[in-house]
């Protein structure tokens, strides 16, 4: 097993003391130099190829890498950032992450139509998969609906009138990206989320409409916890079909239902920081790892400490829980 790390964990939704920076260049070429000294030879990036929105809009203009465009203009091209990874000791980009919430929301800013949701995502996937394996990398991970909150502001709050249909339009797109994506050498899998319409064990009625070859599964552990299905499980369960997993951690319960609102990841009551560093949680990531090893998992370990207050030192926690808690589990 391979450990890397998901860029993700760097909150680009808030505004906080010392954001502007986060939009510089030099902060991420900073940060892939962080990443490196702290052990991770593969990093995982978002995939956002939008900016109508103003958070997407920011995004976009910063250094932060998360469409081709955004690559080109910052890093003069595809293959120079690559290099510049390599020089810095990160041996590739794994997988980019493409996300059906992200275009819901630019449909919802423009004014477009909300059923164009489908084809905005495949659109996406096209142009992800497009740049992952120029990168060299061999995974696109993706979020397959939007969440809850926002399909029950569409769709109407009766998800027993229109959840299966929504399901296999998701996953006629789904297999149509996987079959996309393995004709360009990339390995298509679906994560799952807290907050969407396949939340928890509701991922295998999903899971169960997807071609089994083109299309894999990346659990996110701290997303499962919060859903109340058992990350062990879901690992044994999938031990033939994981690709990606997620190490992510989190305390959280989601007492309120949150997961039925938008902005999921901001609670309106209670503790106001849905996941944990790395390491400070309550998943059962030992557990999780264990049933890796004895199913002969030979994949990326994604480690993540998601939104992290201080992704510095989130990074040298999550090396050192790599180190001295899992590999000697």
């Known amino acids: 097993m391979k450990f890397g790390c998901s860029l993700e964990m760097i909150n680009m939704r808030i505004s906080e003391p010392g954001f502007k920076h986060k939009l510089s260049k030099s902060y991420w070429v900073e940060m892939f130099k962080f990443v490196a000294a702290a052990g991770f030879k593969g990093i995982e990036l978002p995939y956002n190829p939008y900016s109508t929105d103003g958070i997407a809009f920011n995004m976009a203009r910063s250094g932060m890498p998360i469409s081709k465009y955004t690559v080109n203009t910052k890093y003069g091209s595809v293959a120079s950032f690559n290099d510049m990874l390599n020089s810095f000791g990160i041996e590739k980009v794994t997988s980019v992450h493409v996300n059906a919430n992200d275009a819901l929301i630019e449909l919802l800013t423009t004014g477009d139509d909300p059923s164009k949701i489908f084809e905005k995502l495949e659109a996406s996937a096209e142009e992800a998969i497009e ?154 990531k030992v557990g999780v790892y264990k049933e890796l090893k004895d199913s002969g998992y030979d994949g990326w370990l994604i480690c993540e400490s998601k939104k992290a207050l201080n992704p510095y030192k989130a990074l040298l926690k999550m090396r050192w829980y790599v180190d001295n808690v899992l590999l000697k589990s």
Do not use: C
């Open 131 to 284: 740049f992952v394996a120029e990168l060299g990398g061999n995974g696109l991970v993706i979020s397959p609906t939007p969440e809850l909150g926002l399909l029950y502001q569409l769709k109407g709050p009766r998800i027993e009138e229109w959840r299966q249909d929504y399901l296999s339009q998701t996953a006629q797109v789904l297999n149509r990206i996987g079959e996309l994506a393995a004709k360009n050498g990339v390995q298509a899998s679906i994560k799952n989320e807290y907050w969407s319409l396949v939340r928890g064990n509701e991922l295998n009625v999903l899971l169960d409409m997807l071609d089994s070859e083109n299309i894999q599964y990346s659990p996110d552990l701290a997303h499962l916890f919060i859903a109340k299905s058992d990350p062990v499980e879901m690992v044994k369960k999938y031990k033939n079909r994981l690709n990606f997993v997620r190490f992510s951690d989190t305390k959280f319960e989601d007492i309120e239902n949150n997961y039925e609102k938008t902005n999921p990841e901001i609670p309106i009551v209670g503790a106001q920081r849905v996941f944990a560093d790395l390491g400070d949680g309550l998943v059962d």
